[in-house]
């Protein structure tokens, strides 16, 4: 039972997990999630490597961020800079960061972020995919500080509530709308073949390899060869 507004209410958030499908229902859990603890906002970050340059946007799944909040913040600063951002390699447990929360010496301790966002709190609760990728549920607000028994909590319904967000949509997406055809090639460049190679192997002219590749290109939405195989990866379109 959860008190909501001087009334207490059942909410069933097991069967709200059972009947989610898409990416809507999704977004209605954790944005109902968020306000039932006080935050206003929610986002479900990916993690990639720690060294690897990250923008806010590129790194969102899901989120109810203000419009234009996370493309605003790229073009300002750098997510791999932030102190939050940092967190996550170093632990793997959920951490509520203050704005107003800093060291005797001064020293922003998750106050960047919170600063360049305009919020001033976070959650973020560490969670992983079956497959072991790594991921953020972040909630930002401006309410006050959360007690433990709401923070163990949302933790929990965190973890349970992506579980099946995973298994429902991210891990369905792997494909990313490629081809059979388009998704061999792209295994064989995983491999280190050259397009005549691969013309070769498949049985088809190297500029019907090229054509794939750059449609490949298009539909990852990355630039280069060395993009689009990290990218493959990460998405589990290939191993």
Known sequence: MTALNGHFRRYDFEGDLEKALNRVDFFRIFHTMALRYGFEHFGVLQL????????LASRLMLHDLPAG?????DKRHRLNDSALFKSFYRSTISTVWRADD?????AAQGADFLEQV?????????????NGTRYIVLFLG???DIGSAEHFRICYEANC???YFHRQVLANKAGMGLTPRETEILRWISYGKTASEIALIVSVSEHTVNSHTATILKKLDVVN?????????REQIIQ
């Open 48 to 55: 990639a490597n720690e060294h690897e340059p990250s923008t």
């Open 69 to 73: 909040l996370a493309e605003t913040y």
């Open 102 to 106: 800093r060291p005797e010496n001064g």
């Open 118 to 130: 305009g919020f001033d709190m976070a959650l973020a609760v560490p969670v992983h995919a079956v």
């Open 142 to 144: 401006d309410g006050a």
């Open 161 to 163: 509530a992506f579980d």
């Open 225 to 233: 060869r060395t993009q689009m195989v990290a990218k493959a990866i």
